[in-house]
């Protein structure tokens, strides 16, 4: 079975600091990650993923997270946060083929303070 | 744009009542997979369909029940609506032949009421 944590639901940053969202998952299998975000009364937008490969992964609106296989995380980091950032971040696993049977963390809401 | 649209938006309905909600996906996306967040919480899946047959299923009663159509359209319908019911319905669709990556595109949903 696959779960996922995110440490933290809510997270407060003034604009221009470094975003840092925290994501641990568990799966028996190699997993396939990702990030998604949840602006209001909205679906949800994939930021990025990782599959294979680079374990260094750069998504859109300046966002990146890294696959830490031995630390069996994927935490999201923007280096300077905009007031646009704020919105709910969701991470994802799933078994590493082509289902859709994604698993999802609570989600970590993210203010953006002026 | 996902190219994935969802109707109605909004919707309220009494106990015990059923509810069809509507899905349309991108061109070649021949798998959709249907997700409800309650709030405050993160999506759970519900089920998936490939190619109008369901091949996989989340911790979900069988009056969660599904249908995908050729024309890369599906429907969800929940009978013996419950309180509990209440919620975001998400719709998300893919191309299973890995083109995208095993990326699954999300609609903007349905927001269910069950008063």
């Known amino acids: 079975a696959q779960s996922v944590t995110q440490l933290g639901s809510h997270v407060s940053v003034s604009e221009g600091a470094l975003v840092l969202l925290r994501c641990n998952y568990s799966?028996?299998?190699?997993?396939?990650l990702f990030w998604y975000v949840q602006y209001p009364n909205q679906g949800l937008q994939l930021l990025l993923k990782?599959?294979?490969?680079?374990?260094l992964v750069k998504g859109i609106n300046g966002f990146e997270a890294e696959f830490k296989k031995s630390e069996t995380s994927f935490h999201l980091t923007k280096p300077s946060a905009h007031m646009s950032d704020a919105a709910e971040y969701f991470c994802?696993?799933?078994?590493?083929?082509?289902?859709?049977?994604?698993?999802f963390g609570p989600g970590t809401r993210l203010s953006v303070l002026p | 744009e996902t190219g994935v649209t969802q109707s109605p938006t909004h919707l309220i309905k009494t106990r015990g009542q059923q509810v069809t909600l509507r899905c349309s996906s991108q061109s070649g996306h021949n798998t959709v997979s249907w997700y409800q967040q309650a709030l405050g919480q993160g999506p759970q899946f519900i089920f998936q369909?490939?190619?109008?047959?369901?091949?996989g299923r989340g911790n979900f009663p069988p009056r969660f029940s599904g249908l995908q159509f050729p024309n890369y359209s599906s429907e969800l319908n929940v009978n013996a609506l419950e309180l509990d019911d209440s919620a975001l319905y998400l719709c998300a669709s893919s191309a299973k032949d890995g083109s995208s990556g095993n990326t699954i595109y999300f609609g903007e949903g349905s927001w269910l009421t069950v008063v």
């Open positions: 799966s028996s299998v190699p997993p396939y």
């Open positions: 369909y490939y190619r109008e047959e369901e091949n």
């Open positions: 994802a696993v799933t078994p590493g083929n082509y289902g859709q049977n994604f698993v």
């Open positions: 990782y599959t294979t490969g680079a374990t």
